[in-house]
């Protein structure tokens, strides 16, 4: 007896991709070729999924050992006795394994967008643990919320806080509003830094301070807060520029898991967390073409650190055509800037004054500025204009080259969101770059930005930003010149000569990004 087949028979096996066909029609092993084929991109989806779990995993877990070695940093001990140096080079062993996010994002590229959520959500989730986490970590070797909390208070009691510097605080009669203040700030005011200055922050970043005190006085945990609602909304914002931009929203993680933003504003409490919702707003606006939205968004961020001002150019540039409109903005931030800047100048623009005292003598943390200052004094010392300061000379050489990087995005109008996005990326790139102070917080100014154009040459600082902290070890030893002839140019010279790459292999890059390389050099 003849056994006889059934006409069409497919096995495949379940330990690998084998399969017997008999008596398949035409068309068939097409067929079977594509479901083996979406079989294998599933768990391609599956192991990706399981990769980014872990990461996550060692993500949180470096952040819960940063926590449990944090509280060696606090008031109790001297900064000679803190594991200062262990702590620089465990940031930049974290920051130097961060480098290899920009890859693994691209090899998430083939997801399907269902697989794509759920990564957004491990990244979304595992970033919010660690900030979470570090709510109960002490401030590493930063003190700046100190004057946060101050100020804080002293806005939130209806009193002026450009009036008397700490110091001055200090010795009011106790009888005093300001005098009465101190006396129940307990140890809080005397940790103030450079308390011999009145305060350098804005009006917007003052009321930021007074609604955490409101929520805890005197708290940091209040502060921190926050901070952390505004960076969800930067997040939010980043999002929506991604979408904007045609990129994945898996490029969040070079902000959301960045080691120095975690460190900068989760840990250390830095105010940048309020600048940088205002300014990612701003530029979500312009690109939907509500430039007056966009402008006061910016006005705000204005109001919170000043920088943000050189950004309105760029805004009002597709309103050259709508005279009426543009005229009516700029006396709009006319009058917002007279009411940012007011309270410093009745205070008093004196050498109390924690603005002057920014804009003359800050420096820190930078390779450039000091070279700038030495090429100044010899050129002044040849012209017979020794007299001159070199330190003046070079700010204004710095302030004249970011003038025409402002000028140079402004020729050509702005045909696109990613056109609009390259040029903020590079005004704010040469803004951090040609800053005399340089710490590690002002590099998230940038960082966003970095999700969009993520540049090896600017990315690598957040692997060589962290040796700033070696200068405490150094001070602490009296060798702080060591650190600025050395350690300085071990965190600078990696970017420089990575950007210089970064022009070079222009082309490809032009082919990855559009035309945000060509305007990024």
């Known amino acids: 007896m003849v056994r006889t087949r059934p006409p069409e028979r497919i096995l495949i096996g379940s330990g690998e991709s084998v399969w017997a066909i008999s008596g398949l029609q035409t068309g068939a092993p097409t067929v079977?070729?594509?479901?083996?084929?979406?079989?294998?991109?599933?768990?391609?989806?599956?192991?990706?999924?399981?990769?980014?779990?872990?990461?996550?995993?060692?993500?949180?877990?470096?952040?819960?050992?940063?926590?449990?070695?944090?509280?060696?940093?606090?008031?109790?001990?001297?900064?000679?006795?803190?594991?200062?140096?262990?702590?620089?080079?465990?940031?930049?062993?974290?920051?130097?394994?961060?480098?290899?996010?920009?890859?693994?994002?691209?090899?998430?590229?083939?997801?399907?967008?269902?697989?794509?959520?759920?990564?957004?959500?491990?990244?979304?989730?595992?970033?919010?643990?660690?900030?979470?986490?570090?709510?109960?970590?002490?401030?590493?070797?930063?003190?700046?919320?100190q004057r946060y909390l101050w100020d804080g208070a002293v806005t939130a009691?209806?009193?002026?806080?450009?009036?008397?510097?700490?110091?001055?605080?200090?010795?009011?009669?106790?009888?005093?509003?300001?005098?009465?203040?101190?006396?129940?700030?307990?140890?809080?005011?005397?940790?103030?830094?450079?308390?011999?200055?009145?305060?350098?922050?804005?009006?917007?970043?003052?009321?930021?301070?007074?609604?955490?005190?409101?929520?805890?006085?005197?708290?940091?945990?209040?502060?921190?807060?926050?901070?952390?609602?505004l960076e969800i909304a930067t997040l939010a914002l980043l999002l929506m520029l991604l979408r904007d931009a045609g990129r994945s929203p898996l490029w969040a993680a070079i902000y959301w898991w960045n080691p120095i933003a975690l460190k900068e504003i989760a840990n250390s409490a830095h105010m940048e967390a309020v600048v940088l919702p205002l300014v990612l707003g701003a530029l979500v606006l312009a690109n939907r073409r509500r430039y007056s939205l966009a402008t006061v968004s910016l006005l705000f961020a204005a109001g919170a650190k000043l920088w943000p001002a050189l950004l309105l150019p760029l805004i009002w540039r597709p309103l050259l055509r709508e005279p009426l409109k543009l005229a009516s903005l700029a006396a709009l931030s006319g009058c917002a800037f007279v009411a940012i800047l007011l309270p410093f100048w009745l205070a008093g623009l004196d050498q109390s004054s924690g603005l002057i005292a920014y804009a003359q003598d800050w420096k820190t943390n930078s390779a450039l500025t000091p070279l700038l200052e030495n090429v100044a004094r010899q050129v002044l010392a040849i012209t017979s204009a020794a007299s001159v300061d070199a330190r003046l000379a070079a700010r204004l050489v710095a302030g004249a080259v970011l003038a025409g990087v402002v000028y140079w995005q402004l020729r050509a109008q702005i045909a696109s969101p990613n056109d609009l996005l390259q040029r903020v990326f590079v005004i704010i790139t040469w803004l951090f770059l040609l800053s005399p102070a340089q710490f590690p917080w002002y590099y998230l100014w940038l960082l966003p930005l970095l999700t969009v154009f993520p540049l090896p040459g600017l990315l690598v600082l957040s692997a060589t930003l962290p040796l700033y902290y070696m200068a405490f070890h150094f001070i602490a030893r009296d060798q702080a010149e060591l650190f600025a002839g050395t350690i300085v140019w071990a965190i600078w010279l990696p970017a420089w000569l990575l950007l210089a790459g970064d022009v070079l292999r222009r082309p490809a890059w032009t082919s990855r990004y559009g035309n945000a390389v060509r305007a990024s050099t």
């Open 157 to 229: 009691q209806g009193l002026n806080p450009y009036t008397l510097s700490p110091e001055q605080a200090q010795q009011a009669p106790a009888e005093s509003a300001f005098g009465a203040l101190a006396t129940r700030s307990d140890e809080h005011l005397e940790r103030v830094n450079h308390s011999r200055l009145r305060t350098v922050y804005p009006p917007v970043a003052q009321g930021a301070f007074a609604v955490a005190h409101w929520l805890g006085p005197w708290s940091l945990t209040a502060w921190r807060l926050v901070c952390l609602g």
């Open 32 to 145: 079977v070729a594509a479901f083996l084929k979406t079989e294998t991109a599933s768990s391609r989806e599956s192991r990706v999924l399981r990769q980014w779990v872990w990461l996550a995993l060692v993500l949180i877990s470096a952040v819960a050992a940063f926590v449990v070695a944090s509280h060696r940093f606090g008031y109790e001990f001297a900064v000679r006795d803190m594991p200062v140096l262990a702590l620089s080079f465990a940031l930049v062993a974290t920051g130097s394994a961060f480098l290899l996010m920009p890859r693994i994002v691209r090899a998430s590229s083939f997801l399907a967008p269902a697989a794509t959520r759920q990564v957004l959500t491990i990244i979304v989730v595992g970033g919010l643990v660690a900030r979470l986490l570090l709510l109960a970590s002490e401030p590493v070797l930063e003190d700046d919320y």
